[in-house]
């Protein structure tokens, strides 16, 4: 079945640099790709959700790259700062009809002042 | 505001009993799921729901049932607990063709 792996799983920059996270995963029918955000204590915010026909998309300081050929997935914080500390996590699906995620293990990005 | 909402936030169970958590959205969405989170694992898929009545095994669904007696409500329902299912649990609903799902603020649950 579909394995995702999430790299690093720690991530210190300072603020106003860029952090990036990237997810690989296996199945080439994956058609779905997603990024949520999780802070101390409290359920995962969803970021961005892009489709298999997007390569690029961007979202109030946020970018998220598709590179279907090498199964990829990135997620970059531009100008990061010490709000965006938290755990960021990708997660897959073949299908928007049921929309079963596989999740990647987390990154915990620490932005400091 | 579209909302998923956990009951109870934190919970201690003793081994063997039975223990029942909530799941109310209100976002009218079709599909809801329980997710259980854990160190070095991430999120993993429980039990899915496409609907009222539906229920549906995710990829850890040993030792979970689930019950989705309406629309709104969705609950996981360990019937006899384990230290191992000692976890974080999140419920999640979505639409199908829609945006990615919308996750509650997640119930701690310790099985001593």
Redesign the interface.
């Known amino acids: 079945g579909e394995q995702v792996e999430q790299r690093p799983p720690h991530l210190s920059v300072r603020e106003g640099d860029s952090a990036i996270i990237i997810c690989t995963y296996t199945d080439s029918a994956t058609a779905y790709f997603s990024w949520y955000k999780q802070e101390a204590g409290a359920g995962l915010q969803l970021l961005m959700s892009v489709l298999s026909n997007v390569d690029r998309k961007e979202e109030q300081g946020l970018t998220v790259l598709l590179n279907k050929k090498d199964k990829r997935l990135s997620l970059n914080l531009t100008a990061a700062h010490p709000g965006d500390s938290a755990v960021y996590f990708c997660a897959v699906s073949a299908s928007s009809g049921s929309w079963q995620l596989i999740f990647g293990s987390g990154t915990q990005l620490t932005v400091m002042p | 505001e579209a909302a998923?909402t956990q009951s109870p936030r934190n919970k201690v169970a003793v081994t063997g009993g039975k223990v029942t958590l909530s799941c109310n959205q209100t976002n009218n969405h079709n599909?809801m799921?329980w997710?259980r989170q854990d160190t070095?694992?991430?999120?993993?898929?429980i039990h899915?729901s496409?609907g009222a009545g539906s229920t549906?095994k995710?990829d850890i669904p040993d030792g979970y049932k689930a019950s989705r007696p309406s629309q709104e409500n969705f609950s996981l329902i360990l019937e006899l607990a384990t230290p191992s299912q000692t976890s974080v649990y999140?419920c999640?609903s979505?639409d199908?063709?829609?945006?990615?799902?919308?996750?509650?603020?997640?119930t701690r649950l310790s099985v001593l």
């Open positions: 998923v599909n799921y997710y070095g694992h991430g999120l993993r898929l899915y496409y549906e995710g999140f999640a979505g199908a063709g829609g945006q990615a799902p919308l996750f509650g603020e997640g």
